[in-house]
């Protein structure tokens, strides 16, 4: 049952003005686009460098956008202001760009000699500049890279700690003694291949213990079977982008998507009002087992309960991913109240849902709460984040 479980959760989750021109009719202006992938450059001590932002499409968060400054590998150096985008981050975005509402700014190292502690000053004022020109949360800054650009992640996190909110080197590497004092208290989730013989997994192993004996608690994922490029597994197949949407504001749902051992309890109830098959939903998992209900609706009344046991294990996979599929929806950015906008005349036929979701573990004991009305269903700011309750509703009812 909990094999059948789990893959049922898993579901699938400006233009310018017209310029008016006498005696022919109006002729639009050229639109300079402002959301995709932006070439920019950066003039810096007498010399011009090539970069690249990308703007995800949407309205703007109240807050500002997220911003990840991504950091290319040695394959990847020039002058000409694109190759960056072509390898790790930049395709993963193309892939799914759903899964990445961050502006990313995407800087290129010139020469494959140096290392990105060399660029230090060029990779902070493509930052600014970014920052003058989009609206960013502070709060929310990340770093990211893969290679050189994981050992540049190390470097540069390192160095303005105060700067990034959280980082992901992939592939990385450095000396551990120059950086784990400084990155204590900074999240940090690290990859690398087993087999990787051109940076090896100890240079990961050595620096993530190092900020682990200096009291940081960051996260190493080893693939195994994999070489040197673990990069299109960590963007792309990880939940990696799901962990930069949390970080922040749920820290311990982070966690749980990066190492889900690191929570020991937790539990989700899922109440589902109107012409629905399930009432309710309660997950429950606890250190040994996981308890599940779901309160079917019957002809008239609600059906009696239905409940199974599984392996904590189990549990805490289920977790992870239900977790990381209501993250990508969308669903912890919501505001603490949700009031949809319906046009005049349209018919509400959704249904209310509340969801409930508390997790425990060493950082404490983490809560988060929503109600969405029926008219949510309606509002294309929320559809996603209704798709996402409309599926696990679906599993719930598969299960009874």
Known sequence: MMHVLLRLVS???????????????????????????????????????????YVPPGARPDQGWPLLMFLHGMGECGTDGEKQVEVGLGPAIKQDPQRWPFVVVFPQKPDKQSQWSDHDAMVMAMLAATEMDFAIDGKRRFLTGLSQGGAGTWAIGAKHQTVWAAMAPVCGYGLPADVASELVKTPIWAFHGEDDKVVPARQSMALVAAVQAEGGTPVLTIYERTAHNSWDQAYRESALAE?????????????????????????????????????????????????????????????????????????????????AQLARAGLFDLPPVIRPVVAVGTEVTGKRFVLALTLEGAGGTWRFQRELPPAA????????????????????????
């Not at 009719?25 to 450059?41: C, H, I, R, S």
């Not at 696990?392 to 299960?399: F, I, K, P, Q, T």
Request: one cysteine or more; proline letters at 7%; charged letters at 20%.
């Open 243 to 323: 962990w930069f949407r949390l970080v922040v504001g749920a820290p311990a749902a982070a966690a749980c998507v990066a190492s889900r051992e690191r929570v020991s309890a937790g539990a989700l109830t899922l109440a589902c009002d109107g012409s629905a098959d399930v009432d309710l939903l309660a997950i429950e998992w606890k250190a040994g087992e996981l308890v599940w209900t779901v309160q079917a609706r019957g002809a008239e009344l609600p059906s009696p309960p239905r409940r199974g046991k599984a392996k904590a294990a189990d549990g805490n996979q289920l977790l992870a991913t239900t977790v």
């Open 11 to 53: 579901f699938a989750l400006l233009g310018a003005p017209l310029i008016a021109q006498q005696p022919t009719e109006p002729t639009p202006a050229v639109a300079v686009p402002m959301t995709g992938f932006l070439p920019k450059t950066l003039s810096l001590e007498g010399r011009d460098h090539r970069y690249v932002v």
């Open 377 to 400: 269903a309606s509002d294309a700011r929320y559809a996603d984040v209704v798709r996402a309750l409309l599926a696990l509703v679906d599993a719930a009812a598969a299960w009874r």
